[in-house]
């Protein structure tokens, strides 16, 4: 029982190498997210799109790598809460800017 | 059920299930997700609210930036060195690595009080602009966190202490801890991201 328990298929905890590896990747978008803003070599808006992607690409890979998050079926409640919390955190963050935007153009107050 | 077992427990048809502990872990977290959105979302409102105060631009340097992220970022892997040493009942090596985590993790908190005391004594404090308040507000429920965090790490490094076996209730309680240290390395992100490579650009 405490054998189960403690060495699962593997899966649910990582190994040493699996977390070197999302330690690399990690540091390599992290850099990159740095290098880009830092050597100036994009216009504003592209600088901004390209940080924006590798912090997604970051995330994904923290998620896989450190918080073992993946598609089993054992995982089904936790992903189910956690996709439930992404698409209300996107409606919260893009509905405040919409709503604020537009109350800012009313109002005149820029 | 994909996946047949041989464990028969009373009552549960899924085996491999990780405890309800963990899980009940991981619902907390996903609500503390949304209140980082919710602040998220008020920074992106009031970004450039300056009121004639200092602009991310004038206020952010990397190299204060770039430790600290590093700091988090090899905490991360410490940690789960730690959870791995654990697995295994290396007991004598998980306190070890709980430490070096602990030690990042408090260079982390060091830095961002030093630079919260640096920006509030020149002037950029949270009552300076709605940007700046925005900024506070974000940045140090993220450090709060962490600090949190920190308590947590001591705690159980005692409560190992001494012990020759990792028992269930422990197991629990490091991979609570550990769900909870890699998430704020997640929120980090974004704020390095969002708030101070975007105020950067």
């Known amino acids: ?110 | 059920m994909a996946h047949d077992t041989t464990v028969q427990t009373a009552g549960h048809d899924e085996h491999h299930h990780e405890s309800p502990v963990v899980f009940g872990f991981w619902v907390y977290l996903m609500t503390d997700c949304i209140i980082f959105g919710t602040l998220f979302a008020v920074f992106a409102v009031l970004r450039n609210q300056f009121n004639g105060g200092p602009s991310g631009h004038e206020l952010f340097e990397f190299s204060g930036l770039g430790l600290e992220t590093a700091l988090l970022l090899v905490s991360s892997i410490t940690y789960g060195f730690g959870m791995i040493a654990a697995h295994k009942n290396e007991i004598s090596k998980v306190i070890m690595w709980l430490g070096v985590t602990f030690l990042l993790g408090l260079g982390f908190v060091g830095l961002e009080v030093n630079e919260f005391a640096h920006m509030i004594h020149e002037g950029a404090g949270p009552d300076r602009s709605a940007f700046l308040s925005a900024f506070f507000t974000l940045v140090s429920t993220h450090g709060l966190h962490v600090t949190c965090g920190l308590i947590w790490i001591v705690t159980l490094m005692v409560q190992l202490m001494g012990t020759t076996e990792i028992p269930e209730r422990m197991m629990n309680k490091l991979t609570c801890l550990s769900l909870f240290w890699h998430f704020l390395d997640i929120v980090w992100i974004c704020v390095f991201t969002y708030v101070y490579l975007a105020s950067m650009i």
Do not use: K
Not at chain 1, 9 to 21: A, D, N, Q
Not at chain 1, 31 to 47: I, K, Q, R
Not at chain 1, 51 to 67: N, P, R, S, T
């Open chain 1, 1 to 110: 029982m405490s054998d189960l328990h403690t060495s699962p298929s593997g899966e649910s905890h990582g190994s040493v190498s699996s977390y070197i590896i999302g330690f690399v990747l990690a540091v390599i978008l992290t850099a990159a997210a740095f290098g880009v803003v830092m050597s100036h070599s994009l216009s504003p808006s592209g600088t901004l799109t390209a940080i924006a992607v590798l912090a997604f690409v970051q995330v994904l890979v923290h998620l896989h790598y450190f918080l073992h998050m993946g598609g089993g079926s054992e995982q089904r409640w936790n992903n189910m809460c956690f996709f439930f919390t992404v698409g209300f955190v996107v409606i919260l963050v893009i509905g405040t800017l919409f709503v604020m935007n537009n109350t800012a153009l009313h109002m005149m107050s820029r």
